[in-house]
């Protein structure tokens, strides 16, 4: 029977990891795989989960199972920081932990399949594997332009989207820092979407990944609390992987709020019932060292802070690109003003290979580029050989 399948290319990303660290010459470059890098291209362990785990090892009185919710002190000390002033105690908001923001977008569009969703609307373009889950679960994918020309979020091709869809629609909206454009929704723009929501049938599910990296915790939660704020359903898939730094560790949440706590309480009992079917529970370390940090105002202190040192290193060197202002034909200055680790350059894929060949800048075929990958050492360096074979 397993002679019926056919070769799946591999994940180009992942493959580019490969060529990346084949490449014997100093002076490389790594802007393709999207994890956050210090000045010195490290991704470290934050000294706050590192208490965390510490803590975890000496006090820790168990592994014994927790069930398909996970850790549920990890995802009530979220919720604040997600949600803030929006988050109902009144039941209407329930959440459970999920293998990394992968299993909570998966459970999320998994749910509204449930329920009867056939179609996901989704600005283009948006992070790769957010079709792959709409396609394996055998949803259809409407994308909409996300980005306009003049490097702002398009509105035009949000309206008309959300203005042509129906009751078996989701839309699937990034809460910050989009993948792989960092084109954000304004504040200004947000509230509207927000209301065009709260008119409409549309099912919106928030994808929230980067949370701090962007403009700060309460910042990047604007958009996702407009919405919580005005519509009766939503459901949002969170990670920690990126602003806790955990990435193998595999650490997310799913929520949802309703207009009523019975039916929340419904939708959680579909959520668990699909968890159980695929993953039957969370892997829990991360999500513990999480709750840890959050349960704990030192550690808390301790992580805003190395996320703020985070967010400022990314500032930096988009401000530093912006003002280098052109590199050949590619126009730098909208970098200055978009937000998180992830920005798409104007090249096609020939660029991208002379880049790669000829100067050892290893970026995504698409033209996205982690900016995180970037320090003061090598930003004139970078923008010389995107002016090269960009000219
Ligand atoms: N959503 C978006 C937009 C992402 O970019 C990512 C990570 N690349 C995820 C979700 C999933 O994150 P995780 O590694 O926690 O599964």
């Known amino acids: 029977m397993l002679q019926r399948l056919e070769q799946q290319s591999p994940d180009a990303l992942l493959a580019l990891i490969k060529l990346y660290n084949a490449d014997d010459r100093p002076s490389k470059i790594d802007l393709g795989v999207g994890v956050y890098r210090t000045a010195d291209g490290a991704t470290p362990v934050f000294a706050a989960i590192k208490g965390a785990e510490r803590r975890l090892v000496d006090d820790q009185p168990s592994k014994a199972y927790l069930g398909p919710e996970g850790d549920m002190g990890f995802v009530t000390a979220l919720v604040p920081h997600i949600f803030g002033d929006t988050a109902p105690a009144d039941g209407r908001l329930d959440g459970m932990q999920t ?6 977008v998966r459970l999320a569009l998994a749910l509204a399949k449930r329920a009867g ?6 600005g283009t373009p948006s992070w790769p594997n957010h079709a792959q889950i709409v396609s394996d679960l055998e949803l259809e994918v409407v994308g909409f ?46 509230d ?12 919106p599910v928030i994808d929230l990944a980067y949370q701090g ?29 990126k602003n ?58 301790q992580w805003l802070e190395e996320l703020a040192a ?49 100067h ?9 580029i982690n900016v995180a990958g970037l320090t003061m050492g090598n930003i004139d360096t970078f923008v010389s050989a995107l002016a090269e074979v960009a000219a």
């Open 192 to 203: 509207e979407i927000a209301g065009l929501l709260a008119q409409s049938p549309v099912l």
């Open 99 to 104: 293998p990394g923001g992968t299993g909570a």
């Open 117 to 122: 969703a056939r179609r996901v609307l989704m």
């Open 213 to 241: 990296l962007g403009d700060g915790m309460e910042e990047d939660a604007y958009g996702l609390r407009a919405v919580a704020g005005r519509v009766d359903e939503v459901l949002v898939a969170y990670s920690c992987d």
């Open 244 to 301: 806790f730094g955990l990435y193998r560790d595999r650490v997310g949440a799913f929520y949802v709020l309703t207009g009523d706590p019975a039916a929340t309480t419904r939708v959680v009992s579909n959520a668990a019932a699909l968890a159980r079917a695929n993953w039957s529970m969370p892997p829990d370390h991360g999500g513990a060292a999480v709750r840890v940090v959050l349960d704990d105002e030192a550690l808390t202190a």
């Open 145 to 190: 332009s996300h980005a306009a020309d003049n490097g702002r979020a398009d509105m035009a091709a949000l309206r008309s989207a959300l203005g042509d869809a129906d009751e078996k629609d989701v839309v699937l909206l990034h809460g910050c820092c989009h993948n792989p454009t960092g084109v954000d929704y304004t504040n200004d723009e947000w």
């Open 310 to 358: 985070m967010r400022g290193r990314i500032a930096q060197v988009r401000e530093r690109l912006a003002s280098a202002n052109h590199a050949g034909a590619v126009d730098l200055e909208p970098l200055g003003r978009q937000k998180g680790m992830f920005a798409m350059l104007p090249v096609n894929k020939e660029q991208v290979q002379m880049l790669r060949d000829d």
């Open 360 to 368: 050892a800048i290893y970026m995504a075929g698409s033209g996205r």
